[in-house]
């Protein structure tokens, strides 16, 4: 996957993107990040990007040549008429692990990280195609939530991570938190890891995990557990359907 961001602080993107797992793909050609300064861009002698809002108001706005001019490099430099452009707002729909799957099957992608009070609502219009927020809260700027999203959605790509499974089972796949996980020692300070993990009974251990992660859902996202308990609901109507017809 190629990952462009638009971003007046690409300095900020550096640090993260130098360690760990997100180093790792980029050092195997796996994921290929790109990050374009907005203000480079900028027509003004100064190299100005924002100017005071029409109308009144607090704060200042970025002005949408830089912003603009910055996508059009993007689609020349991939040799694209169009990409799929993320704008970082608390106005956008809230970002979820489904909407990571989506998103990690594409290709090419842009983030476009506003600042100051926000961006002209015009070169939204023409170029963002997803308006996307992290949560119901306000930060200074979109590149936190910029790279939330980066790390959430490469680590779907196949080849960031060392096993499909270590996704697979973590929490919000099929609408449940994760069981809780030990490792040694079996007895810390006086705590002891359940027996029934340490028994080598693989099914018993499923069976374990699935119902922690059950009572951890219903107890902690019962918006979550709404979901996963009409599903499951829903799932044993049709397999008794299924039994019956097969006895007729």
């Known amino acids: 996957m190629k990952i462009n ?6 300095e900020i993107f550096e640090s993260y993107l130098g360690e760990s797992m997100m180093k790792k793909a980029i050092e195997n050609k796996i994921l290929d990040v790109s990050l374009y300064n907005i203000r480079d861009f900028s ?28 996508y ?3 689609l020349k430099e991939n040799n694209l008429e169009n990409i799929r452009v993320v704008y970082l707002s608390p106005k956008g729909k809230t970002f979820n692990q489904e909407m990571a799957k989506s998103l990690a ?45 980066i790390d959430s959605i490469s680590r779907l790509i196949p080849g960031v991570l060392n ?7 973590e929490s919000f796949e099929n609408d449940l938190l994760e069981y809780p996980q030990y490792t040694r020692p079996r007895n810390f300070e006086g705590l002891e890891v359940p027996e029934v993990i340490l028994s ?41 359907r299924k039994k019956r017809k097969k006895k007729k």
């Not at 027509?43 to 910055?70: C, L, R, W």
């Not at 308006?131 to 700027?141: F, N, Q, R």
């Not at 096993?163 to 089972?169: I, L, P, V």
């Open 72 to 74: 059009k490099q993007i």
């Open 105 to 149: 099957k594409e290709d090419n992608l842009v983030f476009l990280c506003g600042h100051y009070e926000g961006i002209d609502q015009r070169v939204i219009d023409m170029i963002v195609t997803d308006e996307v927020s992290i949560g119901d809260y306000v930060l200074t700027g979109g590149e936190l939530p910029a790279l939330v999203m």
């Open 163 to 169: 096993r499909t499974e270590s996704y697979e089972d």
């Open 43 to 70: 027509e003004n002698k100064h190299k100005k990007v924002d100017d005071y809002p029409f109308g009144g108001g607090a704060g200042m706005v970025m002005t949408p040549q830089p912003i603009y001019s910055t």
């Open 200 to 240: 080598g009974n693989h099914g018993k251990v499923a069976e374990w995990r699935l119902r922690q992660s059950e009572i951890l859902t219903e107890k902690r996202r019962p918006d979550m557990w709404e979901v996963y308990s009409s599903r499951k609901l829903e799932e044993e109507k049709l397999k008794k």
């Open 5 to 10: 961001v638009m971003t007046l602080f690409p």
